[in-house]
């Protein structure tokens, strides 16, 4: 069974920074993709950043230019880097990934426990 755990949370200033890693346990054969999710109190989760299987990115407009999503395949890990947070960006930031399990194609989707990221003004 794959879990992903996140860690990297806390309370920052704005315009500070923070790295968040989320890492996946289990057998992994393959990874379709890696993602990072947000949710504020009163809000829909949104969608922060993607890596894909090939290493390409995608992040939300909101974040493109302050927060860099990146890997480490050894140990398959995924990161978010924050930079200039703002108080906006205060949310339960969580790690969601699908990954082949087998070559057979059996896929897992799951989701990490979340982590907290506060930032003050």
């Known amino acids: 069974q794959v879990q992903l755990v996140e860690s990297g949370g806390g309370l920052v200033q704005s315009g500070g920074s923070l790295r968040l890693s989320c890492a996946a346990s289990?057998?992994?054969?393959?990874?379709?993709?890696m993602a990072w999710f947000r949710q504020a109190p009163g809000k829909e989760r949104e969608l922060v950043a993607t890596?894909?299987?090939?290493?390409?990115?995608k992040s939300a407009d909101s974040v493109t230019g302050r927060f860099t999503i990146s890997r480490d395949t050894t140990k398959n890990t995924v990161y978010l880097q924050m930079n200039d947070l703002k108080p906006e960006d205060t949310a339960v930031y969580s790690c969601?990934?699908?990954?082949?399990?087998?070559?057979?194609?059996?896929?897992?989707?799951?989701w990490g426990q979340g982590t907290q990221v506060t930032v003050s003004s």
């Open positions: 969601n990934a699908e990954v082949h399990i087998d070559d057979q194609g059996t896929t897992w989707h799951g």
């Open positions: 289990g057998y992994i054969f393959k990874t379709n993709f």
């Open positions: 890596i894909a299987g090939d290493g390409s990115t």
